[in-house]
């Protein structure tokens, strides 16, 4: 949740030791932060999802903890609308809390269900934000005209309602079932726009698709039942389709594997074109000329 | 040299484009922080040296600009062992100066005399750190251990003594000739003991070699004379293996070039093997079949 404030995974990666697919063990990268000596084939492997080599050992950066005391503000938007507004607003101000997660009014009434009454209840579901008290006072400030509610809390009632966000797939599964958790990016200035595609994919499917997600960075968990999929897998590549659409991406952390290997061929076909496409299996050959690793995920099919 | 607190450029590019060398152009990237979308094309094109194809347009990160008003502490390290220890003590604390710039006894009297008499002249020569004000007084208490002196400055001061270590090549150029900056890495813990070893190569040739450096990040620019290359051009080499014997790697951010051809040979053959060296000559072959590009730079002549 805190790659809004600190980035995603792979800045922290340094060095890898890596196993190809014919036993060689090789290490790229070094354990510096500061360093052009060749291509960078750590970020190369960092994502690579196993179609490279197997990662044996790796070299990471650390930071050292924040110095501020964590409080929580949990910002209850008047509908999905004002969802995006509040990212908006908050990323233009140039605050930076910790994390911006949210979850919709379905998903809230779950976890108050199956794991613990602890949010209000409204149309727009719940923004929480972390981060400390000036930065938070700020961030309530500037949501205030799209707020139905907020409250500042600390301690004990943060930790649970921040548990809450974490328990979210269990909470929906034990209402309807499976679960399979989407993982879009759109631009965090479509953010409203995009779960309101979503609720529409979910009346007109006659359904229910949960949504949560860190909105700060514009990456949305929608979660489709697998009841749903098993009877049209379609629905999946439509709500991945929604990223797309949106000129954002179909998947922000999760990855590919198989079930998103079309999503993938698509939106690298109409943004990046062919030829990119054909320069990724190239390397996917280089490093592992007899298709060996993790066969048929990732870019391998494309 | 902001890099220290805020992290090399290339974590700041999301996506590129790329005229390959064959006139394709190609997109790699998508303008967001979060994105799965295949290989990290992107990251194999920055610090590529043009090699790979020609960047015709960029897409970058950006962040607010920082809340705190910046001041400068400028401290003296007692001796050369004392800049090291200084480094260390910083980056054990957990505090996140901005920036810290480093500059030996000679480079100091350079400025001094060329630029503008700014600087206090000790054997140890100068660390600039600049930050917001409690970081800065909790840096210069943990310093002063290994301080011949220190001073807080702010305003107009601070911009002059950064000023100053901006303009430390056109100084040193004034005093011995013109040089060649080299660009080496060393792990933080290992600097005192790269710049003493500098310093025996000063006192072996007979010369001047003056050192500045992005202490913080282990990242030094020893300048050596044209005049001295000339006469020995095996010198370059032999300040380079310093880095690589200490751990480091031969460059921070200059890159390689021509000049580092050898010492790039060097460390990559050392550390990560003739596998690797492969790959990225292969990779340079994927993009670009003919060698067209940049012909005998970078990774072209390994």
Redesign the interface.
């Known amino acids: 949740m805190r ?1 809004f404030k600190y ?2 995974f ?2 922290w990666v340094l060095a890898l030791r890596l196993a ?1 697919a014919d036993g ?1 063990v ?3 990268g ?15 492997v ?3 999802e196993g179609t490279l080599g197997v990662v044996t050992e790796a070299w990471l950066r650390i ?3 924040p ?1 501020h005391e964590e409080v929580t503000l949990a910002i209850y938007p008047k509908d999905i609308f004002a969802v995006g507004e509040i990212v908006k607003v908050v990323r233009k ?4 809390p910790d994390l911006m997660e949210y979850m919709d009014a379905f998903v809230v009434r779950s976890v108050n269900k199956q794991i613990e009454p602890i949010y209000w209840e409204g149309e727009g579901g719940v923004v929480l934000v972390r981060g400390d008290n000036s930065t938070l006072s700020e961030v309530e400030r500037l949501s205030s005209p799209f707020l139905a509610r907020s409250e500042v809390v600390d301690g004990e009632v943060g930790r649970k309602m921040l548990n809450g966000r974490s328990l979210v797939a269990i909470a929906v599964k034990s209402e309807i079932g499976n679960i399979y958790a989407e ?1 879009i ?1 759109v ?1 965090p200035s479509k953010l409203s726009e995009a779960i309101l595609q979503i609720k529409r994919i979910e009346v007109e499917n006659d359904t229910k698709i949960p949504v949560a997600g ?1 909105v700060g ?3 949305l968990h929608p979660m489709l039942r697998e009841a749903d999929l098993v009877s049209k897998p379609e629905l999946f590549d439509e709500v991945g389709g929604v990223a797309l659409r949106l000129g ?9 594997g198989i079930q998103k290997v079309n999503l ?1 061929r698509s ?2 076909l109409n ?3 062919e ?3 054909k ?2 299996k ?3 050959g ?2 592992d000329p007899k298709d060996t690793l993790n066969q048929g995920k ?2 391998d099919p494309l």
Chains 1, 2 share one sequence.
Do not use: C
């Not at 101000?93 to 930076?96: D, I």
């Not at 954002?248 to 590919?256: D, Q, R, T």
């Open positions: 790659a980035g995603p792979r800045e190809l060689t090789i290490k790229v070094e354990p510096l932060r500061k360093n052009r000596a060749g291509y960078d084939l750590v970020s190369l960092v994502g690579s930071r050292p903890l110095k101000s140039g605050l930076e993982d990016v631009p860190h960075d514009g990456n954002g991406s179909i998947s922000g952390e999760h990855g590919i993938l939106q690298l943004r990046n074109g030829v990119v496409v320069l990724m190239e390397i996917k280089l490093f990732f870019v």
